[in-house]
């Protein structure tokens, strides 16, 4: 009778389980939009992560949708996600209407995971707080501040190319070494020293934080999915081993600074200002004080941002630059006239390195690192000018490198054309058409620093080296699937000779 009864149970729920997860698969049918069928339990993501990069396959779906619809979606596993691909429909979600939809849907468990609450992830008014005692210390004069910190690292990272001359490289594996002294040093005020030893400690832990291959890249994506339940079970996203290393060496570092009345230009001090004070030196605002596991987990997102993010546009750059000897020649010489001006690569010569930027901005239309934005609605929403309502929670995916290979935006989308991104051109284009930092409130507040730590490094590498392909530089471009960010699959082969 018990069986009888259990057996019973079980069949209930699968029954209910299967008329469940049919629903969830009507959902953009339901609503009269395309969509691309999908297949349980992966909902549309199989290959993804495996044989297929995501970035491709946001690419794939914003080429479909758009064929039909200004919207349409896909499924993350069973998850209904709406995927715009009207500008202007962009615009109003991450711009007009950010009130709607200023969540990131990240999963945060600060209770568990204190390094979780960072500004990227957190959401409502604590994001917003948050971001408002952070965008002081992102400033054109706090990063003027740290700009010799980044210049001294440069010439150390000039220096430690000299090494390589004539050699085919793995170039990522080097630059990846220098933004990892630039932000632990900014960040931190450690001096990492991984251009002279690239298994460092402070490196090995960058490393293995940034790596979500296999298992780690689907847990993260599933507590992105279901926070709460990540959360019932107190799973944590950050590895402890890595927490315990962060939140370790931070405590050290802050006490050995307050012990001996230590001050340094770095991102850590100005930190450590709000904690103390709920104010930054010399200027009135209170910004409010800030307790030492929310300054960890702001120190900790900018080593990680900054450490992944500059190192592979970095990387892309140089790629394109490799295969394109004409616009690495250009490059070289604008170097060559504001160093003939400024003497060395100071701030303001950074500032006039103008074919250089279109160089990285054409690098990150190729090269989005992170090929698309989620927001999560925060209240039900309607589709301007359409009886279309989504609901509350509802995941909005920006399809980036979509929009980026569109060629109705840009003609010839696979041809590296700096010149896309003179003034003019950028100044005729829509606002949301280059989204590799996202756009509206929720922009990236460290886009400012990131490009300046791209810039020094390209100006120490290419005013004394040049840089051109091997037999095993990947032509055409493939990205490595099991990584979230678009990272070249194999690593990125090149050979550097003097000028």
């Given at each position: 009778?018990?069986?009888?009864?259990?057996?019973l149970s079980a069949f209930t729920l699968v029954a209910i389980g299967y008329l469940w997860v049919k629903k969830q698969y009507r959902y953009f049918k339901d609503k009269g939009l395309p969509y691309i069928p999908p297949k349980f339990p992966l909902g549309n993501l199989r290959g993804v992560g495996k044989v297929k990069h995501s970035g491709v396959f946001i690419r794939e779906v914003y080429e479909y949708i758009k064929?039909?619809?200004?919207?349409?979606?896909?499924?993350?596993?069973?998850?209904?996600v709406v995927v715009p691909t009207d500008l202007d429909l962009i615009k109003q979600v991450l711009v007009k209407d950010f009130q709607?939809?200023?969540?990131?849907g990240f999963y945060v468990n600060e209770r568990d995971d204190p390094l979780s609450g960072h500004l990227i992830a957190l959401s409502g008014q604590r994001w917003k707080n948050l971001r408002a005692k952070l965008t002081p210390t992102y400033t054109a004069k706090k990063l003027k501040m740290m700009h010799g910190t980044i210049a001294v690292i440069g010439q150390r990272f000039q220096e430690c190319l000299e090494g390589y001359v004539g050699q085919?490289?793995?170039?990522?594996?080097?630059?990846?070494?220098?933004?990892?002294?630039?932000?632990?040093s900014c960040a931190f005020g450690i001096e990492c020293n991984s251009l002279k030893d690239p298994n460092t400690e402070f490196r090995t832990m960058a490393k293995k934080v940034s790596d979500v291959r296999g298992f780690k890249f689907f847990k993260r994506f599933l507590l992105t999915l279901f926070p709460n339940v990540g959360r019932a079970l107190r799973m944590s996203s950050t590895p402890k081993d890595v927490s315990d290393f962060f939140m370790g060496s931070l405590r050290e570092m802050i006490?050995?600074?307050?012990?001996?009345?230590?001050k340094r230009d770095d991102f850590l001090e100005l930190?450590?200002?709000?904690?103390?004070?709920?104010?930054?030196?010399g200027e009135d605002v209170d910004l409010g004080k800030m307790t030492f596991e929310e300054l960890a987990a702001q120190t900790f997102v900018f080593f990680i941002a900054g450490y992944g993010t500059s190192a592979f546009t970095t990387t892309f750059v140089l790629y394109e630059l490799a295969l394109d000897q004409s616009a690495q020649d250009r490059a070289r010489k604008e170097l060559q006239q504001i160093l003939e001006k400024h003497g060395e690569f100071s701030y303001e010569a950074c500032m006039e390195m103008k074919y250089i930027d279109q160089i990285i901005k054409e690098t990150l239309r190729l090269h989005?690192?992170?090929p698309n934005l989620i927001r999560n609605l925060n209240q039900d929403y309607k589709i301007p000018e359409r009886n279309l309502v989504f609901e509350k929670g509802s995941f909005f995916s920006i399809p980036v490198i979509g929009i980026h290979y569109d060629p109705e935006i840009y003609p010839d989308p696979y041809k590296f054309n700096p010149e896309r991104f003179t003034e003019e051109n950028s100044r005729n284009r829509h606002s949301c058409a280059w989204l590799p930092f996202g756009e509206g409130p929720r922009n990236c507040i460290g886009k400012r620093f990131g490009i300046i730590e791209v810039k020094i490094g390209l100006a120490m590498l290419l005013s004394k080296f040049k840089i051109k392909p091997t037999p095993k530089t990947p032509i055409p471009m493939q990205y490595?699937?099991?990584?979230?960010?678009?990272?070249?699959?194999?690593?990125?082969?090149?050979?550097?000779?003097?000028?």
């Open positions: 009778m018990i069986c009888i009864s259990v057996i064929r039909k619809d200004t919207l349409g979606g896909v499924f993350f596993f069973v998850r209904p709607s939809f200023h969540d990131r085919d490289v793995e170039i990522g594996d080097i630059i990846s070494r220098f933004t990892t002294d630039v932000i632990g006490d050995m600074r307050e012990r001996n009345n230590i930190l450590m200002q709000i904690k103390n004070t709920g104010r930054l030196e989005p690192i992170l490595d699937p099991a990584v979230t960010i678009l990272t070249p699959k194999g690593g990125m082969w090149l050979k550097l000779e003097h000028i």
